[in-house]
């Protein structure tokens, strides 16, 4: 059976989507870009604050699901531009200690038009 997770700690799906989903002990969660919850807004102009916020994010969805980041199995990382992956690796690193397996890849275009998106895959 799937258990849906939904917060209000994080954006709301933008469409026909869950922000996670729980299958099997596990959490898969929808990618997150950097919208602030509390006010809807893309949050930040640099990859830096956008990073913070989508990782910020991915935390609330965790949390929602009875998990947290060390529990983070496998992450997905989409960036506009791939000259910010430096930047991007400083700020995820704070969150994914525990060194989850990564993809990381640039993309054309982002919902919003936003810098990165993280989505992840954990176990409860």
Known sequence: MLQKVSTDKAPAAIGPYSQG??????????????????????EGTDITAQAEQACKNVGEILKAAGTDYANVVKT????ADMGDFAAFNEVYAKYFTEKPARSCVAVKTLP????CEVEVIATL
């Open 112 to 115: 919003k038009n936003v810098l």
């Open 76 to 79: 997905s990382c989409f960036l």
């Open 21 to 42: 989903i729980i299958a099997n002990h596990m959490l898969f969660a929808s990618g997150q870009i950097p919208i602030n919850p509390a006010t809807g807004e893309i």
